[in-house]
């Protein structure tokens, strides 16, 4: 099958102007402009079954039908802010088909009739917003975004935003305060973006990827994307494959590939022919999927199948992680990511993931009991349910399975006797004497 | 000299992206334009900033503080963040971050003797499967450099060094 999205990896130099359009490129949207209503775009989407590809799944179509038509104006926000651990899809689509995601933007923006629509980029997209930039000017010159496009009435324009670095960006209402020029704090919902959104106007805020895929549906049909996929998730998804597998990358397959399918046919296999011990579908916010039974290799992957395995499909960063990792080693890791890149809004999450960073670190250094294996756990579970946005829950998710699913690699962490202390408390956590 | 006078052009071209009615929007962008000068923030910039969107300074202090990429100390000429999250330390990342600060004589969070390179340990950057890597954040920007050794880093450095030698000239 050829490829959908990663259309760059079939048609060398897609990132030019004038082979995206002899590829067929803008035909979609200068269609959906000249002879479709904005609504009819919309229902086109909902019928193909596209769902959201930042992570939370939430039918697209569905999503623009819910902007709020008494209120204007209307904006549509591209969230390329990609930040999550294990997730390196959106780079590729923009760095090698950067005018299918801006038409897939376009179109998005007729449909719920905005004239205005952002990009905003994680602040390191530094080169990238460059291009892109580029890329924008080309399309203005050629008659594809400006006034009046196309001989009609509907007018286009659309502007890269960069952030600074901040994974919370990728929230979609921390995302919004920063584009409106404040810190990346999320708000509270609802009212959801929609009804209240960018300059508190009605936004449309998708993922890159899903955007992408847009001009492809409005192409080839709805019922041409529904036929790709499961029954769940409609067509193709890109999966970020990473950690110790021997060819690590971004690969797109249609829903309901199987783990195996992807680690072994494509990813090549586990680095040292190592077994799997454990899979994190979601990048670093994910549950921790225990691989104890080679059954596990073999479940497809959408998002309702996955749930089944006590974990979500998220974004489809899908880290592999090997016999040789110990999760109190994973468990740092995640927490200390988690605890740099909370905002600090919602009290359980800031102290909760500066604690558990604590008493994670203490473990992890040999220098933890049993009783703090109980007491992180303890904290975890004091966060999830209690945070404005998902940045908490995730934080907790790889410290409660790891601690649940692999409870020996704690056992053998914490040690039974006291050791000399090789650690002292200074102002900032812990350090080495 | 204000950013107004120095760079009237990309000035006006930020705040042209954003309603005239929410030109707070353009802090962000502004921020950045203002750090190619010193490679940091200075308060007399931040000051600035804040007076070309109207907000405080405060405000704008704020938002130096919460995004890892403004700074408001001086640091080295180059800031060299390697990456060493979760999926890049399953791919060598800590080890490649161990060898590379012996090379350079420096910890992480230190500056080379010379004030040339600025070691730091950063979060994810998009970029997991081509660890070990690294961005540069310098006066040309930031840059990725992915699938690298200690010994290209340990050149990369060299090169760097010598352009800037040339262009002091």
Redesign the interface.
Known sequence: MSYIVLRHRDIPDLNQLDVYQKNGGFAAFQNAVTKMKPNEVTDVVKNSGLRGRGGAGFPTGMKWSFIDNKNWPHYVVANAD???????K??EIMEGNPFQFLEGLALASYAVGANVAYVYL??????LADSLDRQIVEMEKAGILGDKLFGGEYSLRI?T???????ICGEETALLE???????QPRVRPPFPPAVGL?GKPTIINNVETFTNVPMILANGADWYKAIGTADSAGVKVF?????VRK???YELPFGTTFRELIYTHGGGVQDSRPVKAIMPAG?SSSLIVVNDEKVLDTPMDYATVRTLGGDLGSA?V?I?DDS?SMDW?VN??VH?FK??S?GKCTPCREGTYWMSNIIERIHHGQGTTGDVDLLLNVAKQIQGKCLCALGEFSTMAVVTGIERFPQDFKNAVSPAPLPPLYVKKNEGMEKV | MSLEKKYPEEVKQILS?Y?PE?K??????L??LAQREEGFLTKAAMQDVAGI?G?TETDVA??VG?????HDKKEGKYRMQVCT???C???GAEEFMETLCNNLGIKVGETTADGFVTLEAV???????KAPMF?TQGPD????HENMTVDRTMELISVLRRAGREVGK
């Open positions: 990609e930040s999550e651990p294990g997730t390196f959106d780079r994680r602040g390191e997209f530094w080169q502007y935003h960069l952030g600074a670095g901040a994974y920063s584009l409106e020029g404040k810190r990346g300059f970020s494959l990473s950690g110790r690590p990358g971004n670093a960063s880290i992680l990792v994973l890791k995640t990511f740099h890149e905002c | 992206k309603p929410h707070r929007s353009a802090v962000m962008p921020l950045y969107v907000i704020a938002l919460f995004y890892t990429l403004y999250d979760l999926p330390a399953l791919r979060t994810c950057l998009a970029a997991c499967d961005q920007g930031i840059k990725y």
